[in-house]
């Protein structure tokens, strides 16, 4: 078996740089741009995030949630309201986004707060999942502990069998969506001898601010 040399696992970035120049006006400006570009690079599922929540007492969690939409109030993602993350985020709604581009040498990072979306835009949302998304959205107390994987697919079957074709299928009681209003988004650009250049928005009393961070 080969060793495990992690310490000489590393690679040098050198695709490009980000200068003040190059910054939109807004952050979700900035961001499109970058996602626009991530898409035409043929990333793998660019609109995967990692989305950071602590409960009450300040402990971390973080896992992938897909992007699935860009409003005036900004990063839209949905969720099960009462899986773990929906309910850390609603003991505290701050709320940190992670774009891990990493073969463009990039990552967007995003602090912020939570607000939950309304009840039109989740079931808009809802009606627009393939219906077996719909109905796993059913079976899933998404979080809670299972006896096993049966009991999941008989949930699953359960739920086919209450919503038979061609009726719409509803939205879960629990089934909801957030979005993530920004008060910070770093645009990090990986550069040769750890020299990377990161350029961060923040919001001010009106409009945004930007700095440059060291790497
Ligand atoms: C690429 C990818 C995309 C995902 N997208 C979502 C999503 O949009 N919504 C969601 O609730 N979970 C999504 N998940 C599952 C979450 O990572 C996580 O397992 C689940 O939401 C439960 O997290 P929690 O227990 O911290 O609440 C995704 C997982 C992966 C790997």
């Known amino acids: 078996m080969t060793e495990l040399d992690l310490a000489a696992l590393r690679a040098e970035y050198a695709r490009s740089g980000l200068t003040e120049a190059d910054l939109a006006p807004d952050p979700m400006g900035m961001f499109r741009r970058w996602f626009d570009e991530a898409v035409a ?9 990692v989305v950071a929540t602590a409960d009450a007492g300040a402990r971390p969690a973080a896992r992938l949630v897909l992007l699935k939409g860009l409003s005036d109030d900004g990063f839209v993602f949905f969720t099960n309201t009462r899986s773990r993350k929906g ?6 709604p701050a709320c940190a986004l992670l774009f891990p581009w990493h073969p463009l040498e990039r990552q967007v990072r995003v602090d912020g707060t939570v607000s939950p979306l309304s009840a039109d835009e989740v079931a808009a949302y809802f009606a627009s999942r393939p219906r077996g998304s719909q109905l796993g959205a059913w079976a899933s107390h998404q979080s809670r502990e299972v006896g096993g994987r049966d009991e999941l697919t008989a949930a699953y079957d359960e739920a086919a069998a209450r919503y038979p074709e061609p009726a719409p299928v509803p939205v879960p009681d629990e089934w909801g969506g957030y979005a993530v209003r920004p008060e910070a988004v770093e645009f990090w650009q990986g550069r040769p001898g750890r020299m990377h250049d990161r350029l961060v928005y923040r919001r001010a009393a009106t409009g945004w601010t930007t700095v440059r961070l060291a790497p």
């Open 87 to 92: 309910e850390e985020l609603a003991a505290n």
């Open 41 to 49: 690079a043929g990333l793998h599922e660019p609109n995967a995030m």
